[in-house]
């Protein structure tokens, strides 16, 4: 059973780049899964945010894509996310989760981290 | 983009009686519909895939049905542990995947 734990700045400044990154153990990051990142705003339900394969092919919400970053560090068996010129409502608990090829149900999801956006 | 919305946003029901939550997609999306159960402070948990098949682990009291547009996930005799949110999550068509915007299944 594949683990995902996510880490990275809790406060991000207005405007600044929000990062996080999503450690996996217990399986390759070579493995046969999309990579992806979901959000929930404290309060509201979640929101799929992109993914990324271990090919290195990515697909982004079109509503975040101008923003979104998400790439693979193969040699730590890592993926990170990062959203620039980030704003208040951008502020959730982001979690990193993994989907089994070819499907794309969340079958493993790390714990979550809240980050906020605030000066 | 694939809106699914469902219904109702907030359900009360008693321990041990049966709870129907739904779930409607904009379009068809086939059988291509996952559940999930999140309780405060955690991550969503995986319970349905493929619309009616339950994930490892997910005890057999958590049915799920539907096709096409509409869609159901009950559970049969409810635990005080079931008290949670769930949502549901589309994969037919993406970008981008979606969601619900959630049920809350409270204690009457």
């Known amino acids: 059973q594949v683990q995902l734990q996510e880490s990275g700045p809790g406060l991000v400044k207005p405007s600044g780049t929000l990062s996080l990154t999503c450690a996996v153990s217990?399986?390759?990051?070579?493995?046969?899964?999309?990579w992806s990142w979901v959000r929930q705003p404290p309060g509201k339900g979640l929101e799929w945010i992109g993914e990324?394969?271990?090919?290195?092919?990515?697909d982004f919400n079109p509503s975040l894509k101008s923003r979104v970053t998400i790439s693979l560090d193969k040699s730590k068996n890592q993926f990170s996310l990062k959203v620039s010129s980030a704003t208040a409502a951008d502020t959730a608990v982001y979690y990193c989760?993994?989907?089994?090829?070819?499907?794309?149900?969340?079958?493993?999801w790390g714990q979550g981290t809240l980050v906020t956006v605030s000066s | 983009e694939i809106v699914m919305t469902q219904s109702p946003a907030t359900l009360s029901v008693s321990p041990g009686e049966r709870a129907t939550l739904s779930c409607r997609a904009s379009?068809?999306?086939?059988?291509?519909l996952a559940w999930f159960q999140q309780k405060p402070g955690q991550a969503p948990r995986l319970l349905i895939y493929?619309?009616?098949t339950r994930a490892t682990g997910i005890p057999a009291r958590f049915s799920g049905s539907g096709s096409g547009t509409e869609f159901t996930l009950t559970i049969s005799s409810l635990q005080s542990e079931d008290f949670a949110v769930y949502h549901c999550?589309?994969?037919?068509?993406?970008?981008?995947?979606?969601f619900g915007q959630g049920t809350r299944l409270e204690i009457k």
């Open positions: 989760a993994s989907a089994s090829w070819p499907s794309r149900y969340f079958d493993n």
């Open positions: 217990g399986g390759s990051i070579s493995d046969y899964n999309w």
């Open positions: 990324i394969y271990r090919s290195g092919t990515t």
């Open positions: 379009q068809s999306i086939s059988s291509n």
């Open positions: 493929r619309a009616s």
């Open positions: 999550q589309q994969y037919d068509d993406w970008p981008p995947i979606t």
